[in-house]
């Protein structure tokens, strides 16, 4: 069964940078579909960008697009979201999942989720 632990998060100041990561351990990662998703404090876990197995695919979320890069190292089992010109809105503890099923993505139709990593943008 493969584990999935995202890293990279902390605190940063509108306007900058932070690169997340998510190894994966217990099987290799290169044939799945990934996904970050975020959850800020009282609201919904919202999807955040995906990717295919290959990387030649990505696809964001209107809030972050432009904005954040998803990509993978498949020989690393790593999944990877840069973000850039961070603002207080982007808040939210971060999740990596795999994506296993369904055309969409919902919440529902990802899944082996990581325990998450905090990122604070302060104003």
């Known amino acids: 069964q493969v584990q999935l632990v995202e890293s990279g998060g902390g605190l940063v100041q509108a306007g900058g940078s932070l690169r997340l990561s998510c190894t994966a351990s217990g099987r290799t990662i290169s044939s799945l579909r990934m996904g970050w998703f975020r959850q800020a404090q009282g609201q919904e876990r919202e999807f955040v960008a995906a990717?295919?197995?290959?990387?030649?695919?990505?696809y964001y979320s209107d809030r972050v697009k432009g904005r954040f890069t998803i990509s993978r190292d498949n020989a690393r089992n790593t999944v990877y979201l840069q973000m850039s010109s961070l603002n207080p809105s982007d808040t939210a503890v971060y999740y990596c999942?795999?994506?296993?099923?369904?055309?969409?993505?919902?919440?529902?139709?990802?899944?082996?989720w990581g325990q998450g990593t905090r990122v604070t943008v302060s104003s």
């Open positions: 990717i295919s197995s290959s990387g030649g695919s990505t």
């Open positions: 999942a795999i994506r296993i099923s369904g055309a969409t993505y919902s919440l529902a139709n990802f899944g082996s």
